[in-house]
């Protein structure tokens, strides 16, 4: 019933920006807007990490490594979740997934691929 989609992933420059969208449909504004969403990342060969989640009352949190950098946010009224990307670095090239959490489980969308070079 839910289904997450990711765009604006694609190939940039080392230092450039990209933004990421995740919209979410097949449910009422209302349950998304009380729940948690967030973005993780999948190199191959690697395990997925989380990358920024927003609680559906406004609190993100970032991982570490990409404080400064990257930034979530989300538009209720639109049921979209937002990954702001800055000063991408080659290491920053993965799959990038969009989740959600409604009640007990957690949703994903199909990811975008996100390449940066050198």
């Known amino acids: 019933q839910v289904q997450l989609v990711e765009s604006g992933g694609g190939l940039v420059q080392a230092g450039g920006s990209l933004r990421l969208s995740c919209a979410a449909s097949?449910?009422?504004?209302?349950?998304?807007?009380?729940?948690?969403m967030g973005w993780y990342r999948q190199v191959p060969g690697k395990q997925r990490e989380l990358v920024a989640v927003?609680?559906?009352?406004?609190?993100?949190n970032i991982a570490d490594s990409l404080k400064g950098r990257f930034t979530i946010s989300r538009d209720n009224a639109k049921n979209t979740v937002y990954l702001q990307m800055n000063s991408l670095k080659p290491e920053d090239t993965a799959v990038y997934y969009c989740?959600?959490?409604?009640?007990?489980?957690?949703?994903w969308g199909q990811g975008t691929q996100v390449t940066v070079s050198s």
């Open positions: 989740t959600v959490h409604i009640i007990n489980r957690d949703y």
């Open positions: 097949g449910s009422s504004g209302s349950i998304f807007s009380i729940s948690t």
């Open positions: 927003i609680t559906g009352g406004g609190t993100t």
